[in-house]
């Protein structure tokens, strides 16, 4: 399924959109600190439909993970609501995977371990099955041989190929990415794009991915969606037709980025200004 | 190799000092033995059984007692680390009781149960309960939040959560808890052992006393000997082994 189609009657195109698999509605959220209340998230709404990529790019600290955290249900809105396939999210579950920033891996498991851990939380298979699924995504990560491998004695890389194939093993529906690739270097970074591309292509995936890298996010996603901080908001809305798999480098893209910068900077400017007056 | 040969070569110049101060009769050989006497003592005690006897004895009453602490501190410690009101009041009186001496309990054990194995038992369980329960508190409140959060997405909870992911991750600390543990119960042991004066059971500090008693220092020096061994042997058997297994496992240098 491919969304955003060309062009037709608007009827024609409304019928060809696919019902959403995650609905987050008027979400607001804020914290209080020492430094008094800060407004995390005003009023948030979005939707994502079912096998679509979605891009968050914003400045650090402007709510994205927040927002993640109540998709994923880990964190409670104050008001509002998040549906998935159009039931109320309330507590965490392995529909939704979660894939963090930095290695969440467990150190007392070795890389296997890790990703069979999901695994074994999913009832009617057999420990066999599970063996196999968790071989199966080690593979496709390119890991086969570090198997057996404790987890500080891989690389950062290693260990967010690990994290990869410990969300993928489960095969949730939802797979919600906090700046994933945000510790790596740029060339372990440019492989794992073309591994994420090729697994959203081949297993259909809905994604939401977060990062602070506007090319990251122009090469990933259908859609990018920017952020602006204090409070947050969801800015401006940025398609991406550009066909796939992408390189990072193709010039395209560089261009999409840089309109999307140029807008993440204007904002950060009328920001300054505010602040100034 | 070379570290054992080193290892080896040192406590051979110990023996040689000491067998050295005896020969110069720099103390009276009443107070300070030959190392010739004291292997004969040790080499009599084997033989007719005593000293096996009484290794047993105090193991007994050791691992008895050290059990009954883990088993009792581990959950104690989950329930402080996990609600703020045990915190309040089990842990405010385990992080007390914790820096009592544990020799101070044998006065009151005497009181209260008497010159019995129940006293030892009771000596040596209040010096290993508290630092377990401090241990585990302290492990599960450091578990990084992260492990957790992702461990719930993937569909973890309650009992599961517990057993798979905050006790393993607070392994670390736990274990060393458990030899701290181990220490104190030793301690107390040997305390309670030496004051507990019965007659039912002859163990390592009994016998320890009674070499007093009779002045027999090659006793003293002996069984004092066989004292440090094991508990040298129980942090190369037992101790040892885990914590090189967690250094591995975590990549913490040991
Ligand atoms: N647990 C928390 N307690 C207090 N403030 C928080 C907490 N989590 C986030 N915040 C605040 O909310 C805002 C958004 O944070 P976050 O969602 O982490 O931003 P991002 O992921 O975009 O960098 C920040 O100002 C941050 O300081
Ligand atoms: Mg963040």
Known sequence: MIFRHKTGSVTEELALIPPSKLAIENVSKSFRTSSGTVLALDRISLSVAEAEFVCLVGASGCGKSTLLNIIAGLEKPDSGRVLADGKPVTTPGRERLVMFQESALFPWLDALGNVLFGLKLKPNLTNRDRLDVARYYLELVGLTRFERANIHELSGGMKQRVALARALAPNPRVLLMDEPFAALDALTREQLYGDLQQIWTSRRKTIVFVTHNVREAACLGDRVLLFSPHPGRIQEEFPIDLPRPRDINNVDLAARASRIMHALKSFGQTEAAAVAK | ?254
Not at chain 2, 162 to 180: E, H, N, T, Y
């Open chain 2, 1 to 254: 190799m070379k570290r054992l040969g080193l290892a080896i070569l040192f406590f051979a110049f110990l023996v040689a000092l000491w067998e050295w101060a005896f020969r110069a009769r720099i103390w009276s050989p009443v107070l300070l033995p030959a190392p010739e006497q004291v292997a004969q003592y040790l080499k009599n005690a084997a033989e007719d059984g005593t000293l096996f006897h009484a290794t047993l004895i105090t193991m007994r009453r050791l691992l008895t007692g050290y059990l009954i602490g883990i088993i009792g501190g581990l959950p104690l410690g989950l329930l402080t680390a996990r609600w703020k009101i045990f915190h309040d009041t089990i842990g405010t009186m385990a992080l007390g009781l914790q820096t009592l001496p544990s020799v101070c309990w044998v006065p009151l054990a005497l009181l209260w149960f008497g010159q019995s194995e129940a006293a030892m038992l009771f000596v040596v369980v209040m010096g290993t309960l508290w630092s377990v329960v401090i241990a585990t508190d302290t492990g599960v409140r450091n578990v990084p939040p992260i492990y957790r959060r992702a461990a719930l997405t993937m569909g973890s909870k309650r009992l599961h959560m517990w057993f798979r992911v905050i006790l393993p991750a607070a392994l670390p600390f736990i274990v060393s808890g458990m030899k701290q543990g181990w220490a104190f119960a030793w301690r107390s042991l040997m305390a309670a052992e030496i004051f507990v004066t019965i007659l039912t059971g002859f163990g390592l500090g009994q016998l320890l006393h009674y070499g007093r008693e009779l002045s027999a220092m090659d006793q003293v020096i002996a069984i004092m000997l066989v004292i440090v061994v094991i508990g040298l042997l129980a942090d190369k058997i037992f101790f040892s082994p885990i914590e090189s297994f967690l250094h591995r496992r975590w990549g913490t240098s040991p």
